[in-house]
Every structure is written in structure tokens, then in C-alpha cells.
Nanobody
Framework: QVQLVESGGGLVQPGGSLRLSCAAS????????MGWYRQAPGQERELVTS???????NYADSVKGRFTISRDNAKNTVYLQMNSLKPEDTAVYYC?????????WGQGTLVTVSS
């Protein structure tokens, strides 16, 4: 079963940038769906962006034009580039992959946007 490990979170000022990484323990070449979700305190987990083989990418309206998802199959890693960060982007960010055995989640990485 694939395991996912997120990294790259931290404290950043409003307007700043961060790049999150989601490293998989096995090849992601055949994983048709990979996505980034986030959960802010007291709120439900929400889909931020996803990439689906043969279909493309999609983004939540709140992050369109600011966030970019990409995948590097050679490195078994999915990235989330976050620019123009806002305080409301503060959350724990999770990586998710759809596998034949069901969905797999990472442990999450905390992003705090504050001055």
C-alpha cells in the first residue's frame, strides 16, 4: 500500500509563497487521482486541487490563479505551489491518492499565514 508524506508547511506572511511536497513510497505513475485538501480549525476538510490522468486539473474557486498542482512521476512526488497566500489559507494541508485499495491520505502539514 502506498504511503504519502507531506512536507513544506510553515509560517509565512500574507502575500508570501510556499511549496508543499507529497512524496509517495511507491510509483505514482498509475495513480489516476492525486489531490490536495485542507482543513482549517473548526471547519470540514475541503478539496483544494486535484490532478486526474486523462482529464486534467481542477481548483477550488478560492485558490484559482494562486495555487498550482504538479506531479513528477520520476520522483513519485506531487507538489502544491502556493502564491499570494492569505490568512484564510491557514490550515493543515493533506495529500490524497486514489488507489485500487481505496483512498490513501498523508499525515498533513500545517500552513500558517500570518503577519
Amino acid at each position: 500500500q502506498v504511503q504519502l508524506v507531506e512536507s513544506g508547511g510553515g509560517l509565512v506572511q500574507p502575500g508570501g509563497s510556499l511549496r508543499l511536497s507529497c512524496a509517495a513510497s511507491t510509483s505514482i505513475f498509475s495513480l489516476s487521482f492525486m489531490g490536495w485538501y485542507r482543513q482549517a480549525p473548526g471547519q470540514e476538510r475541503e478539496l483544494v486541487t486535484s490532478t486526474i490522468i486523462g482529464i486534467g486539473t481542477n481548483y477550488a474557486d478560492s485558490v484559482k490563479g494562486r495555487f498550482t498542482i504538479s506531479r513528477d512521476n520520476a520522483k513519485n512526488t506531487v507538489y502544491l505551489q502556493m502564491n499570494s497566500l492569505k490568512p484564510e489559507d491557514t490550515a493543515v494541508y493533506y495529500c490524497k491518492a486514489a488507489t485500487l485499495g481505496g483512498p490513501v491520505w498523508g499525515q498533513g502539514t500545517l500552513v500558517t499565514v500570518s503577519s
